[in-house]
């Protein structure tokens, strides 16, 4: 005797498990309905200056709203999920974010989602409750006889029964799956959209990448000028008086001498502190871990230093080792200057193909990048090589910075 399932039962558990997403589905067009009518009036409103504020808002909202129906669909459909990314809607000017709302593709696309979810997702739903009495009864009937006929041309010729679905109850996964398809092929970002987002980062950041290649070269000419410079400068003034009084006075000559030695010493010592600047030596001999510990151990605020894959001797690309070290430099010279912390953290760690940096303390906060502070310089740097920063530093603390650094291994 067969023990394959009886074609109804599977008919029935497979638009069941489509008639959930379906169901789901009349809820949410009913609410993309009313958010329709909302989205008209916040835009008619922005028209009068009156609803400007609340038009990133409703952006907000809406961007939400359609990431959860992204979410939803590709589980569906048992495709990865991956966020959308939107245009910043926080922090800067007024004009500035509705400029975001308005000129962002994917703001575009959700708003004229709306209304064909309100009417899709009724009419997908309702046509599934319809099927449902009708596929009981017409598949209930058709799907019983043919079982008995499957089992019986199995018991008397060894046949393998073939997979049966139905007249009626087949058409629910159908309909959710277009339902599904239709979501995503509406509220995916075109390629267009995200290659001109792509180039609009990469052109900013190695906008950045110049800026700041600039910034320090002004800042090495200028620590050379005024320092090492400087110094020569005195150490050829002081040889030339040494050699004027040298038959007349050779104890006067002696002494510009010893200056002059003096002055080689602290000229040497700008230059040191230039090249530091540049690369530490530091670096290239102890690597990233003993550079990193003896950050902490010249920092002025306590730091715990925890290493995770980076202390096994093998080495990194050196411009990454070069970037993470000035990143932690800098951070931990604002904790020290600004802050008012007691204690301060640095946390290294490898991921696939990624570096993670991770640097926090327990001050104030209210660390601002437009302060002149230095975040900006982290950022840029960081960007420069296509990584990602995040800066949290509310007021009251406490401040923390999260770098990632591609780097290949």
């Given at each position: 005797?067969?023990?394959?399932?009886?074609p109804l039962t599977v008919?029935?558990?497979?638009?069941?498990?489509?008639?959930?997403?379906?169901?789901?589905?009349?809820?949410?067009?009913?609410?993309?309905?009313v958010a329709t009518f909302l989205v008209v009036a916040a835009l008619l409103f922005a028209v009068v200056v009156i609803?400007?504020?609340?038009?990133?808002?409703?952006?907000?909202?809406?961007?939400?709203?359609?990431?959860f129906e992204r979410r939803r669909a590709a589980?569906?459909?048992?495709?990865?999920?991956?966020?959308?990314?939107?245009?910043?809607?926080?922090?800067?000017?007024?004009?500035?974010?509705?400029?975001?709302?308005?000129?962002?593709p994917i703001v575009r696309r959700e708003a004229l989602w709306l209304p064909f979810q309100a009417v899709a997702g009724n009419v997908v739903g309702y046509l599934a409750m319809v099927l449902w009495p009708v596929g009981l009864l017409v598949d209930g009937i058709a799907l019983t006889v043919v079982h008995l006929l499957d089992r019986r041309a199995t018991d008397e010729y060894g046949t393998t029964p073939p997979e049966r679905r139905g007249l009626a109850l087949r058409w629910h996964p159908v309909l959710a799956a277009l339902s599904a398809s239709w979501t995503r092929s509406l509220l995916t970002t075109p390629p267009s959209a995200e290659l001109a987002e792509r180039v609009a980062q990469l052109?900013?950041?190695?906008?950045?990448?110049?800026?700041?290649?600039?910034?320090?070269?002004?800042?090495?000419?200028r620590d050379l000028h005024d320092g090492a410079q400087a110094r020569i400068v005195a150490l050829s003034m002081r040889i030339g008086l040494a050699k004027q009084v040298l038959?007349?006075?050779p104890a006067a000559a002696r002494q510009r001498l010893e200056e002059a030695q003096d002055g080689v010493d602290a000229a040497l010592a700008e230059l040191r502190h230039v090249?530091?600047?540049i690369h530490p030596p530091i670096l290239t001999d102890r690597g990233l871990a003993g550079a990193v510990r003896a950050l902490a151990a010249d920092s002025a605020v306590p730091v715990a230093v925890e290493l995770d894959g980076v202390d096994d001797g093998?080495?990194?690309?050196?411009?990454?080792?070069?970037?993470?070290?000035?990143?932690?430099?800098?951070?931990?010279?604002?904790?020290?200057?600004?802050?008012?912390?007691?204690?301060a953290r640095v946390r290294i760690g490898r991921a696939p193909g990624a570096l993670l940096v991770a640097i926090g303390d327990d001050g104030h906060g209210g660390a601002d990048e437009r302060g002149g502070s230095g975040l900006v310089g982290i950022r840029r740097r960081i960007a420069a090589l296509d990584g990602t920063t995040r800066i949290s530093s509310p007021t009251g603390g406490p401040t923390d910075i999260e770098v990632e650094l591609p780097c290949g291994s």
């Amino acid at each position: 005797m067969s023990t394959t399932p009886a074609p109804l039962t599977v008919a029935v558990q497979r638009s069941w498990h489509a008639s959930r997403y379906v169901f789901i589905g009349i809820p949410i067009a009913l609410f993309a309905y009313v958010a329709t009518f909302l989205v008209v009036a916040a835009l008619l409103f922005a028209v009068v200056v009156i609803g400007l504020p609340a038009l990133p808002e409703a952006a907000k909202a809406l961007h939400r709203f359609a990431e959860f129906e992204r979410r939803r669909a590709a589980a569906y459909l048992g495709v990865p999920f991956r966020p959308t990314p939107h245009l910043p809607l926080d922090g800067d000017e007024l004009a500035e974010r509705v400029r975001y709302v308005l000129t962002d593709p994917i703001v575009r696309r959700e708003a004229l989602w709306l209304p064909f979810q309100a009417v899709a997702g009724n009419v997908v739903g309702y046509l599934a409750m319809v099927l449902w009495p009708v596929g009981l009864l017409v598949d209930g009937i058709a799907l019983t006889v043919v079982h008995l006929l499957d089992r019986r041309a199995t018991d008397e010729y060894g046949t393998t029964p073939p997979e049966r679905r139905g007249l009626a109850l087949r058409w629910h996964p159908v309909l959710a799956a277009l339902s599904a398809s239709w979501t995503r092929s509406l509220l995916t970002t075109p390629p267009s959209a995200e290659l001109a987002e792509r180039v609009a980062q990469l052109t900013e950041s190695r906008a950045g990448a110049v800026e700041a290649h600039g910034a320090e070269l002004r800042r090495i000419e200028r620590d050379l000028h005024d320092g090492a410079q400087a110094r020569i400068v005195a150490l050829s003034m002081r040889i030339g008086l040494a050699k004027q009084v040298l038959d007349q006075d050779p104890a006067a000559a002696r002494q510009r001498l010893e200056e002059a030695q003096d002055g080689v010493d602290a000229a040497l010592a700008e230059l040191r502190h230039v090249v530091r600047g540049i690369h530490p030596p530091i670096l290239t001999d102890r690597g990233l871990a003993g550079a990193v510990r003896a950050l902490a151990a010249d920092s002025a605020v306590p730091v715990a230093v925890e290493l995770d894959g980076v202390d096994d001797g093998l080495r990194l690309p050196a411009a990454i080792e070069a970037a993470a070290y000035f990143v932690i430099a800098e951070a931990l010279t604002n904790i020290g200057k600004h802050s008012g912390a007691t204690a301060a953290r640095v946390r290294i760690g490898r991921a696939p193909g990624a570096l993670l940096v991770a640097i926090g303390d327990d001050g104030h906060g209210g660390a601002d990048e437009r302060g002149g502070s230095g975040l900006v310089g982290i950022r840029r740097r960081i960007a420069a090589l296509d990584g990602t920063t995040r800066i949290s530093s509310p007021t009251g603390g406490p401040t923390d910075i999260e770098v990632e650094l591609p780097c290949g291994s």
